[in-house]
């Protein structure tokens, strides 16, 4: 479990320092401060700074990534790669990189760089790669022929990631096992990767929560599967069969309301031991459904130990969240804009959380 975070040049966050985390911590703040930015810094660094992790992240922000030698797609790619720096900065010096860390110790960093690309047969080799920083172009007494950029993340762990612009394909990895996380995105209603996720549980214990949740908004669900219909061989969709009836009802049909509940505690369930993150926890919810989620993602968070981060502008989601935390093992993140950049504010004490929310004071 993350004992505290640090963030370095990455997106809005020239320097943000979380001194303290909980079991389950709900971030809040005005737009654009930078509640998704926090989870998908989190997702980074969890990942080794994967590229797997990098491209999904982009894909959740519409971004399409193509990669190709065509100068202008490679320059499309890269600006997309350049998007998680701070402001934008292209800047390929050793001294300049994302950092992310807990309590400063252990970081992941992601330098840029430029790439010379030796090839064995006309077969790109990845450890034939050269990788260089500026100050190595500047010092260089021979020309290097540079072909194209890139990203370099390395860990602390030993892993190494070279991230090509050219090139759909990592290079030059030293395997690093990732710490287990799963993260749901804002637009997440109908996830294609929930029947992987029902499959990891089918059978277990933990199944039985799948129903559970799902009774909160529709107490006539008795059980849950995956189909395959034959207009998507590809796919599995969900389908549940209701109590005191024999009907067999697909779930996309019943409301986005069941399919977002799905896609979370699907992906908590399958966080054991890891970490949850939860983009916009109120969307698709209607508020009188929300405090029944929160009780189960604070039961299942201790139970299975997970570290839930969760986003959220809602006063109800707040409202649910802080009825919920009854054994103090939630924390309430509010990010504020100032002229130094972007703080944290931590509200540890519940007490004041659940006096300030019945009284309307604003801690959003």
């Known amino acids: 479990m993350l004992q505290s975070f640090y963030?370095?040049?990455?997106?809005?966050?020239?320097?943000?320092?979380?001194?303290?985390?909980?079991?389950?911590?709900?971030?809040?703040?005005?737009?654009?401060?930078?509640?998704s930015t926090l989870l998908e810094a989190i997702a980074l660094y969890l990942s080794g700074g994967d590229e797997n992790?990098?491209?999904k992240l982009l894909q959740s922000r519409g971004y399409d990534?193509?990669?190709?030698?065509n100068v202008e797609a490679q320059e499309s790619v890269k600006n997309q790669f350049l998007s998680f720096f701070h402001n934008w900065t292209e800047n390929y010096s050793k001294d300049f990189c994302i950092k992310l860390a807990e309590q400063k110790k252990n970081p992941v960093t992601i330098h840029q760089i430029y790439i010379r690309n030796l090839q064995v047969n006309g077969i790109p080799n990845g450890e034939a790669l050269s990788v260089y920083h500026q100050e190595d172009l500047d010092n260089a007494h021979d020309l290097i022929p540079v072909t194209t950029g890139g990203l370099?993340?390395?860990?602390?762990?030993?892993?190494?990631?070279?991230?090509?612009?050219d090139h759909p394909h990592?290079?030059?990895?030293?395997?690093?096992?990732?710490?287990?996380?799963?993260?749901?995105?804002t637009a997440d209603f109908r996830s294609s990767t929930n029947a992987q996720l029902y499959d990891k549980i089918t059978l277990s214990p933990l199944e039985k929560y799948v129903?559970?949740?799902?009774?909160?908004?529709?107490?006539?669900?008795?059980?849950i599967s995956f189909v395959t219909e034959d207009h998507e061989e590809r796919s599995r969709v969900p389908v549940v069969s209701l109590r005191d009836s024999n009907r067999i009802v697909r779930l996309s049909s019943m409301g986005d309301g069941l399919n977002r509940v799905l896609t979370i505690v699907l992906s908590l369930l399958n966080a054991k031991g890891g970490v949850l993150l939860v983009d916009e926890f109120e969307t698709g919810l209607h508020y009188s459904v929300q405090k029944q989620l929160w009780d189960i993602i604070f039961m299942l968070a201790e139970e299975l130990d997970i570290q839930v981060f969760v986003t959220s502008h809602s006063s109800d989601c707040l409202k649910a969240f802080t009825k919920s935390n009854i054994n103090n093992q939630g924390l309430l993140i509010r990010l504020e804009q100032r002229q130094t950049g972007v703080v944290p504010v931590l509200y540890t004490d519940n007490t004041d959380i659940l006096f300030a929310t019945e009284n309307d004071i604003e801690l959003r």
């Open 170 to 185: 990592p290079f030059l990895i030293k395997p690093y096992k990732s710490a287990p996380y799963q993260m749901v995105h």
């Open 53 to 55: 992790c990098f491209r």
């Open 211 to 223: 129903v559970k949740a799902l009774n909160i908004i529709n107490d006539n669900i008795e059980r």
């Open 7 to 35: 963030i370095q040049n990455f997106k809005n966050f020239e320097e943000l320092v979380l001194p303290s985390l909980n079991r389950v911590n709900l971030i809040v703040g005005k737009n654009s401060v930078g509640k």
């Open 65 to 69: 990534l193509i990669n190709s030698q």
């Open 152 to 165: 370099k993340s390395q860990s602390s762990y030993g892993n190494i990631n070279i991230i090509r612009y």
